[in-house]
């Protein structure tokens, strides 16, 4: 099991940026995929964007793709979230989570990943 804390979340107004960071420790980090959802008052928590065990892949939701850019430091056991450009519509708790097998490319279900943070507020204002 894999313990995950995210921060840097925030109130900022249409169109800025902020940068969410998720720290991972309990297991070697970096055979892990990653990804982030997003969970908004009244809906169903969402796909973001993920990334690969080796940080050579990613993937994003389509409302976020050329806004939203995630990465990840292997070195520092952490992944990122860069969010530009954001929307009124953006604003949600934003959850970060880690893969369950180790390898895999491609993911994107709430079912492939084993671990998740506590979630940290992103409010934009209009």
């Known amino acids: 099991q894999v313990q995950l804390v995210e921060s840097g979340g925030g109130l900022v107004q249409a169109g800025g940026s902020l940068r969410l960071s998720c720290a991972a420790s309990?297991?070697?980090?970096?055979?892990?995929?990653m990804g982030w959802f997003r969970q908004a008052p009244g809906k169903e928590r969402e796909f973001v964007a993920s990334i690969s065990w080796s940080g050579g892949r990613t993937y994003y939701q389509d409302s976020v793709k050329g806004r939203f850019t995630i990465s990840r430091d292997n070195a520092k056991n952490t992944v990122y979230l860069q969010m530009n450009s954001l929307k009124p519509e953006d604003t949600a708790v934003y959850y970060c989570a880690a893969d369950q097998t180790v390898y895999r490319v491609w993911v994107h279900l709430e079912s492939d990943f084993g671990s998740w943070g506590q979630g940290t507020q992103v409010t934009v204002s209009s």
């Open positions: 309990g297991r070697t980090f970096s055979s892990y995929a």
